[in-house]
């Protein structure tokens, strides 16, 4: 379904500023909202949820490397 795909994608590209806390109010119920019915959006967000709790955790600035970051954003591209 087209319009599904295209709220996968605009989830997606939020995910970090979700994970973050950095998107508040209607737009955060969207995503929610779309993570209760997609599956594969709600299991790469368990798992972003994961790493950046994991590059927290070892990090004691409390503040992930930015390169990390885009690591792991380029693996996950080429993955889907
Ligand atoms: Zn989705």
């Known amino acids: 379904m087209e319009d599904a795909e295209t709220n996968c994608r605009a989830v997606l590209a939020k995910l970090y500023l979700y994970l ?7 737009g955060c119920a969207v ?11 709600l299991r790469r967000c368990s798992f972003e949820r994961d790493f950046i709790k994991i590059v927290h955790d070892r990090c004691s600035e409390g ?3 930015e390169y990390l970051l885009e690591r792991i ?3 996950l591209d080429e993955m889907s």
Not at 20 to 26: K, S
Not at 31 to 41: D, F, K, M, T, Y
């Open 20 to 26: 973050d806390g950095e998107i508040a109010g209607e």
């Open 31 to 41: 995503i929610e909202s779309h993570l209760r019915a997609c599956v594969s959006c």
């Open 73 to 75: 954003r380029h693996a």
């Open 63 to 65: 503040r992930a490397p």
